[in-house]
């Protein structure tokens, strides 16, 4: 039983080492479209105001070469607010860049998180039971034709889950 616990952890530290490698190489792609999203989003916003500012300099004369120069001043400075909140939200080590680190560190984050709940889990008498019952299961139904170890460990799973919650 000890060994079957054993197994069942060393899988899960695999598969937790496996999705952070997945999550990494997932992630890095999204953050690198959002810091160019902003990017992109924060240029356009400032394109758009200096043509504005263009445009009114060009049809309403005095009033415009007043207003225009404080029109694109007040589009840049949203520009830059946006780039600062994108850079603020995905920025994990505080270097004031998006880059790999971030990726990582967040990631690092959520596997710890993951493995919290991993333990919390593992240590629960349900799980226990359940493991046992799937285990039972499984052995039991290796000979059976049509059943097999797979539909074993589920019905086994499955009752020891029932046994769990019906125990007084």
């Known amino acids: ?15 937790v080492s496996d999705l952070t490698t997945s999550i990494a190489s997932t992630a890095s792609p999204i953050v690198s479209s959002a810091v160019d999203l902003a990017d992109k989003t924060a240029n356009t916003v400032k ?3 200096t043509s504005l500012s263009k445009g009114i300099e060009q049809t309403t004369g005095d009033i415009a070469s007043v207003a225009g120069p404080a029109l694109t001043e007040t589009v840049n400075l949203a520009g830059r607010t946006l780039s600062t909140i ?14 790999q680190q971030d990726v990582k560190i967040a990631t690092e984050a959520f596997v710890s998180a993951l493995k919290d709940v991993s333990r919390g889990v593992a ?3 349900l799980a226990k039971e359940t493991a046992t019952a799937a285990v039972v ?3 039991i139904a290796i000979p059976i034709p ?13 009752l020891g889950a029932y046994k769990h919650f019906t125990k007084k």
């Open 146 to 158: 049509l059943i097999g170890p797979v539909v074993g460990a589920t019905i086994g799973a499955t």
């Open 123 to 125: 240590s629960s008498s």
């Open 1 to 15: 039983m000890k060994n079957l616990f054993s197994d069942i952890a060393e899988k899960t530290k695999s598969a």
């Open 47 to 49: 394109q758009a105001g």
């Open 137 to 139: 299961g499984a052995a």
């Open 86 to 99: 994108a850079t603020s939200v995905f920025d994990q080590n505080g270097d004031g860049q998006l880059d």
